[in-house]
């Protein structure tokens, strides 16, 4: 049977910002084709998820590039939005964050073939699906991206700061075919993996409180949408105002 309902695919699912982005445009009538590396949990609320879920290692470029073509098996020859959110920022043995002096070599590629290469793959391969929709990316950066941060790792900052430009190389090449390329920028977001002291950050925010989930998510939605229609090739920073 025929889904005619509009498509979002979605990477980094499971927990976060992309848990709650599914639940938004689940809310909004989307379909939503999940991709993670785990299995699809029984625990997530909305419907039909386990049949519209690709199991994929983001890390591993053969898996994504073999992906590409599952994906295109669960569409109906166009793909309304994709949102590269999966993102991985490796720790030192007690936590601590890591720098360009002591990140090993092969977490770099990792971080950078989740964070920055598995998004052009995915937008490349698809490229047709999102041309036949006038569809829309959403590339999500960091505030890391833009300064050191004092959790987020050197390997994941960089790999953020080069997806910011990639966004923009997108939405010239993309734009031709009618597909818009956008990146948000989330800032301090409270999700079950925050690192002690983000409260201090927190303390210096114009804000002076962190995001939650839902509003990076309703950001999203607003770029994948009608009202953003002439908007491509600009980064949305979500962050209370932290990067001012």
Known sequence: MRDDRKTLLLTGASRGIGHATVRKFNREG?????????????????????????????????????????????????????????????????????????????????????????????????????????????????????RVHPFAGAAYATSKAALAALTREMAHDFGPMGVR??????????????????????EKLPLQRLGQPEEVASAIYFLCSEESSYISGAEIEVNGAQHV
């Not at 625990?43 to 898996?63: I, R, T």
């Not at 360009?100 to 770099?108: A, F, G, K, R, S």
């Not at 390329?181 to 201090?200: D, F, Q, R, Y």
């Open 30 to 146: 989307w379909r939503v084709i999940t991709c993670s590396r785990q299995p699809f949990p029984d625990e997530c609320p909305w419907g039909g998820g386990a049949e519209n879920h690709v199991q994929l290692d983001l890390s591993d470029p053969a898996d994504t590039i073999n992906a590409v073509g599952v994906i295109q098996e669960r569409l109906n020859g166009r793909l309304d939005a994709l949102v590269n959110n999966a993102g991985i920022s490796p720790k030192g043995p007690e936590g601590e964050r890591l720098n360009t002096l002591n990140t090993d070599l092969m977490d770099w590629g990792k971080v950078f073939h989740v964070n920055f290469f598995a998004s052009v793959v995915l937008a490349r391969g698809l490229r047709e699906e999102l041309a036949a929709a006038k569809g829309a990316v959403v590339n999500v950066t960091s505030i890391a991206g833009s």
């Open 181 to 202: 390329v956008n990146a948000i920028a989330p800032g301090e977001v409270e999700t079950a993996i925050l690192s002690p002291g983000t409260e201090k950050i927190v």
